[in-house]
């Protein structure tokens, strides 16, 4: 069972991390809709509203209470998101708040627990109403892939990115439920499943990042597949360790040495997308996106490591 500072740390932590993710994810659902769908680009920008609203409420508790180390590992925000969010706001003429980015780029580890009354209440509160909207947006982009599927909406999203985001997105709902029972999501005893889900999710990156990529671009293309590669076999290690086939202390490690290499490649894609050098379909806020998440694993594997 969680104690309640880390009950509190914690609960703060997904949010920065989750209600960011899952306000991005809107914005490019919007952005890939097409003009004749206003339906579900104003149900994309109320749930964008009430992501954002979830997020700015999460950094207003977070300043002094959060880890420094989820601060330095560059999961809530890179040096490279605010630009990333300016230059897709002048592309696709969505507004994005940058006033959240700039706070948490401010915000401040824990130097020591301190239990300010109140805010155990504030932050169950707060997970109430992620679990909520966490739901919803879980449905919404089912309801969006289904149509895709059925051929009956056409967006610039690939089925299978949204079908990936519907995933994250219940995860953030299940991690939530966890936190509310006092439970950690990320308990070491769960690891071989952990990283089943997040290799998964890597692979996937690697697909959409070569899939979204300048048919000329044949050299990132090829980097790209060789990701993709790595991750599956990951992905398939770590679900034989989840049914006891395997141990899964090696093949933590291994995913970690592939989660830092392919956050390097995504890192220096986002630099490229921002100085116009790579040449594709890839917003300058989704190339960040995924780093931001790869960098999210890479804690979460030191941390799995360390059995913590």
Same mark, same amino acid.
């Not at 809709?33 to 009430?50: E, H, P, R, T």
């Not at 490279?80 to 969010?85: D, F, G, H, M």
């Given at each position: 069972?969680?104690?309640?500072?880390?009950?509190?740390?914690?609960?703060?932590?997904?949010?920065?991390?989750?209600?960011?993710?899952?306000?991005?994810?809107?914005?490019?659902?919007?952005?890939?809709?097409?003009?004749?769908?206003?339906?579900?680009?104003?149900?994309?920008?109320?749930?964008?509203?009430?992501?954002?609203?979830?997020?700015?409420?999460?950094?207003?508790?977070?300043?002094?209470?959060?880890?420094?180390?989820?601060?330095?590992?560059?999961?809530?925000?890179?040096?490279?998101?605010?630009?990333?969010?300016?230059?897709?706001?002048?592309?696709?003429?969505?507004?994005?708040?940058?006033?959240?980015?700039?706070?948490?780029?401010?915000?401040?580890?824990?130097?020591?627990?301190?239990?300010?009354?109140?805010?155990?209440?504030?932050?169950?509160? &707060?997970?109430?109403?992620?679990?909520?909207?966490?739901?919803?947006?879980?449905?919404?982009?089912?309801?969006?892939?289904?149509?895709?599927?059925?051929?009956?909406?056409?967006?610039?999203?690939?089925?299978?990115? &949204?079908?990936?985001?519907?995933?994250?997105?219940?995860?953030?709902?299940?991690?939530?439920?966890?936190?509310?029972?006092?439970?950690?999501?990320?308990?070491?005893?769960?690891?071989?499943?952990?990283?089943?889900?997040?290799?998964?999710?890597?692979?996937?990156?690697?697909?959409?990042?070569?899939?979204?990529?300048?048919?000329?671009?044949?050299?990132?293309?090829?980097?790209?597949?060789?990701?993709?590669?790595?991750?599956?076999?990951?992905?398939?290690?770590?679900?034989?360790?989840?049914?006891?086939?395997?141990?899964?202390?090696?093949?933590?490690?291994?995913?970690?040495?592939?989660?830092?290499?392919?956050?390097?490649?995504?890192?220096?894609?986002?630099?490229?997308?921002?100085?116009?050098?790579?040449?594709?379909?890839?917003?300058?806020?989704?190339?960040?996106?995924?780093?931001?998440?790869?960098?999210?694993?890479?804690?979460?594997?030191?941390?799995?490591?360390?059995?913590?």
């Amino acid at each position: 069972m969680l104690t309640r500072a880390e009950y509190i740390r914690m609960s703060l932590e997904s949010h920065l991390f989750w209600a960011r993710i899952m306000k991005e994810h809107l914005i490019f659902m919007e952005a890939g809709f097409v003009s004749k769908d206003v339906n579900l680009i104003q149900q994309a920008k109320l749930l964008k509203n009430a992501s954002t609203a979830l997020l700015a409420d999460a950094v207003n508790l977070a300043n002094g209470v959060v880890s420094a180390d989820s601060i330095a590992a560059q999961e809530f925000v890179t040096n490279n998101t605010l630009p990333a969010e300016e230059k897709t706001q002048q592309l696709s003429g969505i507004p994005i708040n940058t006033s959240i980015t700039c706070a948490e780029m401010a915000l401040r580890g824990n130097l020591g627990f301190v239990d300010v009354p109140g805010l155990a209440r504030a932050v169950s509160s &707060l997970n109430q109403r992620g679990i909520v909207l966490s739901a919803q947006i879980a449905e919404f982009k089912r309801l969006v892939r289904d149509s895709v599927l059925s051929c009956t909406l056409f967006t610039w999203n690939f089925p299978l990115l &949204l079908d990936h985001i519907r995933r994250e997105a219940l995860m953030y709902n299940a991690n939530l439920i966890k936190f509310q029972r006092g439970e950690n999501p990320h308990d070491p005893v769960m690891a071989a499943q952990l990283e089943a889900f997040w290799n998964r999710l890597m692979e996937e990156h690697a697909l959409f990042i070569r899939n979204y990529l300048d048919p000329t671009e044949e050299e990132l293309f090829e980097t790209a597949q060789a990701f993709a590669a790595r991750f599956d076999e990951l992905t398939e290690e770590a679900e034989a360790a989840a049914a006891g086939q395997d141990q899964i202390n090696v093949i933590t490690q291994r995913s970690l040495d592939a989660t830092r290499s392919i956050r390097d490649f995504k890192k220096t894609g986002t630099e490229g997308i921002l100085m116009c050098t790579i040449k594709g379909l890839i917003a300058p806020l989704l190339a960040d996106h995924v780093t931001r998440e790869a960098n999210h694993y890479i804690r979460m594997l030191t941390k799995l490591q360390a059995g913590l």
